[in-house]
């Protein structure tokens, strides 16, 4: 069993920057792949990024590419989401969720835990 809790939402004029934070119970953090979801009212639950167990490989989607940066320490069992040059469209609410098998990308019914959620609004 692992519990995940984000923080470091918030509220930010676009163009500027937060850091998200998950940190992951448990002494298996590190043999899980982790992933950044992001849901806005009315909307989808929908990918943001990934990356393996051992913060070699990530993946982004299109619209934070570029912008957006995932990272992981496991010695302290926290996965990061660095996130620059926000803009309003970025409002929702991130989720981060842990992948026992290393498989799941982008889809998140292949996710096996889930974290509460962290509010993160852009104004413009």
């Known amino acids: 069993q692992v519990q995940l809790v984000e923080s470091g939402g918030g509220l930010v004029q676009a163009g500027g920057s937060l850091r998200l934070s998950c940190a992951a119970s448990?002494?298996?953090?590190?043999?899980?792949?982790m992933g950044w979801f992001r849901q806005a009212p009315g909307k989808e639950r929908e990918f943001v990024s990934a990356i393996s167990w051992s913060g070699g490989s990530t993946t982004y989607s299109d619209s934070v590419k570029g912008r957006f940066t995932i990272s992981r320490d496991n010695a302290k069992n926290t996965v990061y989401l660095q996130m620059n040059s926000l803009k309003p469209e970025d409002t929702a609410v991130y989720y981060c969720?842990?992948?026992?098998?290393?498989?799941?990308?982008?889809?998140?019914?292949?996710?096996?835990?889930w974290g509460q959620g962290t509010q993160v609004t852009v104004s413009s």
């Open positions: 448990g002494r298996t953090f590190s043999t899980y792949a």
């Open positions: 969720a842990a992948d026992k098998m290393g498989m799941a990308g982008f889809r998140p019914y292949k996710y096996d835990y």
